[in-house]
Nanobody, 123 residues
Framework: QVQLVESGGGSVQAGGSLRVSCAASEYTYNSVCMGWFRQAPGKEREVVAAIYIGGGSTYYADSVKGRFTISQDNAKNTLYLQMNSLKPEDTAMYYC????????????????WGQGTQVTVSS
């Protein structure tokens, strides 16, 4: 059964930190590539970060480089996104995704989506 369940979103002031998690079913976690997307009101969904599950190579959107870190815990079938130095423009619904192709870039094809977790950054 394919399942991606996000958690850890919330509200934080600018400059603060949050970590969002994505618990994946074993089948989904066998994907070659997983990642995080976000969608702000009135904007298109965009890729934030991606990671090769086997090798650990990562991709980051320019807007989050140096502030966000994507990581994995293979023992727990869990994907994480650590977000530091948050800005109001990071406010969005954050989605976990699996089976990205390619693994990164502007518009990868996505096989599976989670339902999302809201992140709100106030100034």
């Amino acid at each position: 059964q394919v399942q991606l369940v996000e958690s850890g979103g919330g509200s934080v002031q600018a400059g603060g930190s949050l970590r969002v998690s994505c618990a994946a079913s074993e089948y989904t976690y066998n994907s070659v590539c997983m990642g995080w997307f976000r969608q702000a009101p009135g904007k298109e969904r965009e890729v934030v970060a991606a990671i090769y599950i086997g090798g650990g190579s990562t991709y980051y959107a320019d807007s989050v480089k140096g502030r966000f870190t994507i990581s994995q815990d293979n023992a727990k079938n869990t994907l994480y996104l650590q977000m530091n130095s948050l800005k109001p423009e990071d406010t969005a619904m954050y989605y976990c995704a699996a089976d990205l192709n390619p693994c990164g870039g502007i518009q990868p094809i996505v096989g599976y989506w989670g339902q999302g977790t809201q992140v709100t950054v106030s100034s």
